[in-house]
């Protein structure tokens, strides 16, 4: 389950079960939005991105889902691997004090069970 | 085709000093943003440059922080007299004009340790 304050929230599921990450956005006038995977001691890795004016795209085993109408996008991997134990970071697209620019959501840590 | 370079990889300074963070960013990408993130946290916006303009320093901290990138060499990220509240991860990203490119790439970040 989730947790709040300084820890990551955290997902664990079983190797080849799908895993589905959520996150919550907070511009209803973010136009664009990327999935990150961040392994331990490197940077954000894409994944995948979406545009506001879709609200499904499928990658190779990931799918991103978007909801404008509840400012929710979600992440789901298909058989989930051993590999894919990383943080996971949604980003928005957004003008916040200045120019457009990725904002980027608090994480959730995907934990694989053997 | 490199990606995103960041130097050094780590680097260990001692309160009161100066850290200099080096950025090259993709071939192609005018647009340079710096992030910061610290341990079990998500990355914050600190400041987006074009070349020879800061665009967006929102981010940045008004005192001891500054960044640059010129026209010629890569964008720097500078901290002055450095604390240990300074000690984090910072990360580079490069994307090409926002209005055709929506790709933003990151470098693999300087981990800076104040000491």
């Known amino acids: 389950g989730e947790s709040v304050g300084l820890h990551l929230p955290t997902l664990s599921v079983q190797e080849g079960d799908n895993s589905i990450i959520n996150c919550a956005y907070s511009?209803?006038?973010?136009?664009?939005f990327i999935w990150y995977k961040q392994e331990s001691g490197k940077g954000p890795q894409f994944i995948i991105d979406i545009r506001s004016n879709m609200d499904k795209r499928q990658g190779q085993r990931v799918t991103v889902l978007l909801n404008k109408t509840v400012k929710h996008l979600s992440l789901q991997i298909a058989a989930t691997q051993p590999g894919d134990s990383a943080v996971y970071f949604c980003?928005?697209?957004?003008?916040?004090?200045?120019?457009?620019?990725?904002?980027f959501g608090q994480g959730t840590r995907l934990t694989i069970n053997p | 085709n490199a990606g995103v370079m960041q130097n050094p990889r780590h680097l260990v300074r001692r309160r009161g000093q100066e850290a200099r963070l080096r950025c090259s960013p993709m071939k192609g990408h005018s647009h340079v943003y710096w992030y910061r993130q610290l341990p079990e946290e998500g990355l914050k916006f600190m400041v987006y440059l074009q070349k020879e303009n800061i665009i967006d320093e929102s981010g940045m901290p008004k005192e001891r922080f500054s960044a640059e990138f010129p026209k010629e060499g890569p964008s720097i990220l500078r901290i002055q007299q450095v604390v240990r509240g300074d000690s984090a991860a910072y990360f580079c990203a490069s994307s090409q004009q926002l209005d055709r490119g929506y790709g933003y790439t990151f470098g693999s970040g300087t981990r800076l340790t104040v000491v």
């Open positions: 980003a928005e697209r957004a003008r916040i004090q200045g120019a457009q620019k990725l904002v």
């Open positions: 511009n209803s006038a973010s136009d664009y």
